[in-house]
């Protein structure tokens, strides 16, 4: 049941660490990941032919406390333009607070919630689909997403690949998975991010640490990417 998995979700998200200072970007290597990420979502966007930020409608599923929505703003998109849904009353409040009400926020699970055919050219997810457990769900809401994609739009979606060992509230998303839930879309991957356990030690020694080791491919967890829909 839908219910069920978004009160896991509830749950998962209540035992973690609030204010986790190693998201904070004060922490080198934090800052590290956000940069090359930033790098790596405009250098995908031009390469899918999306430049025009400001005409383009995004909407991300999980906008939590705002952070991904503020930073797409600096990036050039719209406020009047950028939407989020979020399932927690918490994190749906701490953005409200944050951001213009240019940007519409909603309380509510996406799963539930008509998020509109064909509305908007973007649907951002980033590192929601690793807390979702339940293979159904996900796959319910994979196909919500996808219905909201206007046709020549796309999902963009950053997330981690692999199981934490240490965190039974997470699982990785392979690309072969990815590719399950989005059977339709034209797909265009890049793998970014250092190992986050490997990168903060290496960051605090010395920030061009993280650069030099995130060179080798294999030490990657993460995956941005663009699933286009014709």
């Known amino acids: 049941m839908a219910d069920d998995e978004a009160e896991a979700v509830r749950a998962r998200y209540a035992?973690?660490?609030?204010?986790?200072?190693?998201?904070?970007?004060?922490?080198?290597?934090?800052?590290?990941m956000l940069q090359e990420r930033q790098r790596a979502l405009l250098r995908l966007l031009k390469a899918v032919g999306r430049t025009d930020l400001p005409s383009l409608t995004l909407l991300e599923i999980g906008s939590g406390g705002g952070d991904n929505l503020l930073e797409l703003l600096r990036l050039g998109f719209a406020p009047a333009h950028l939407a989020g849904i979020e399932l927690l009353p918490e994190r749906h409040a701490q953005a409200r607070d944050r951001l213009s009400d240019a940007v519409r926020l909603q309380l509510g699970d996406a799963t539930v919630v008509d998020l509109g055919a064909a509305s908007v050219d973007i649907v951002l997810q980033s590192t929601?689909?690793?807390?979702?457990?339940?293979?159904?769900?996900q796959q319910r809401l994979a196909d919500a997403m996808w219905r909201a994609v206007k046709p020549g739009g796309g999902v963009l979606w950053y997330d981690f690949t692999m199981d934490n060992p240490r965190n039974p509230d997470v699982?990785?998303?392979?690309?072969?998975?990815?590719?399950?839930?989005?059977?339709?879309?034209?797909?265009?991957?890049?793998?970014?991010?250092?190992?986050?356990?490997?990168?903060?030690?290496?960051?605090?020694?010395?920030?061009?640490?993280?650069?030099?080791?995130?060179?080798?491919?294999?030490?990657?967890?993460?995956?941005?990417?663009?699933?286009?829909?014709?």
């Open 128 to 137: 929601v689909f690793s807390s979702l457990l339940d293979s159904a769900y």
């Open 15 to 32: 035992r973690r660490a609030a204010g986790d200072p190693r998201y904070n970007l004060l922490d080198p290597a934090a800052l590290l």
């Open 171 to 230: 699982r990785g998303v392979p690309l072969a998975r990815l590719r399950a839930l989005f059977p339709a879309a034209r797909l265009t991957a890049r793998r970014i991010t250092l190992a986050p356990p490997l990168a903060r030690p290496l960051a605090r020694l010395h920030p061009g640490l993280y650069t030099l080791c995130n060179a080798l491919p294999w030490l990657r967890t993460h995956v941005l990417a663009w699933l286009g829909k014709d």
